[in-house]
């Protein structure tokens, strides 16, 4: 899942392995025009868990909380 938070655009795609699902965040500084989005911040994973829906929300609770302790 894809969204924007802030400055920031947020990927809070879970890895599927073998019917585990681990969550995981890459947080971007949002591109201006004509300029590429910036990387800034992979978390790693975050832990496993039974869907993907519950990966998606604890990356995307992670991806949160970095960016709202994160300078601008």
């Known amino acids: 899942m894809q969204f924007d938070y802030r400055e920031f655009h947020i990927d809070a795609s879970p890895l599927d392995e ?3 699902y681990y969550a995981r965040a890459k947080i971007y500084r949002r591109a201006s025009a004509g ?3 910036i990387e800034v911040k992979y978390s790693g994973d975050l832990g496993d ?3 993907d829906a519950d990966a998606i929300d604890a990356a995307q609770r992670w ?3 970095w960016c ?3 300078p601008a």
């Open 18 to 20: 073998g019917g585990r």
């Open 35 to 37: 300029i590429d989005a």
């Open 49 to 51: 868990y039974p869907s």
């Open 63 to 65: 991806a949160i909380q």
């Open 68 to 70: 709202d302790n994160t």
